[in-house]
């Protein structure tokens, strides 16, 4: 699986945005999927998982009730709709597809195979 992320930008704080996270391959649809953000400086966080289907999603306690992860599997893609951002959301956002087939998702990062090459997002205060 090969992950194409898009959609970063600069932002007032406030502001939305919508990411995209485009797969190639035919095996999208069995994975679980992630996105992962890193601000400079810092390690690696979690953000939000979403299961192979679609029917469960899981968030990072700093974004719930503002961050949106959905997917459309016929579509090979996988989105996160960003609401009210705050300027601690600065980072560059990383989608990845989970290692195994038909997961509910994961929070930890050494489940995740395949990564994309990051969009950088960017909020202004």
């Known amino acids: 699986v090969q992950l194409q992320a898009s959609g970063g930008g600069l932002v007032q704080a406030g502001g939305s945005l919508r990411l995209s996270c485009v797969a190639s391959?035919?095996?999208?649809?069995?994975?679980?999927m992630g996105w992962f953000r890193q601000a400079r400086g810092k390690e690696r966080e979690f953000v939000a998982t979403?299961?192979?289907?679609?029917?469960?999603?899981y968030y990072a306690d700093s974004v719930k009730g503002r961050l949106t992860i959905s997917r459309d599997n016929a579509k090979n893609t996988v989105y996160l709709q960003m609401n009210s951002l705050k300027p601690e959301d600065t980072a560059v956002y990383y989608c990845?597809?989970?290692?195994?087939?038909?997961?509910?998702?994961?929070?930890?990062?050494?489940?995740?195979?395949?990564w994309g090459q990051g969009t950088l997002v960017t909020v202004s205060s």
């Open positions: 990845a597809a989970g290692r195994t087939y038909y997961s509910g998702g994961s929070v930890d990062s050494r489940d995740y195979d395949f």
């Open positions: 391959g035919r095996t999208f649809s069995r994975h679980a």
């Open positions: 979403i299961s192979w289907s679609g029917a469960s999603t």
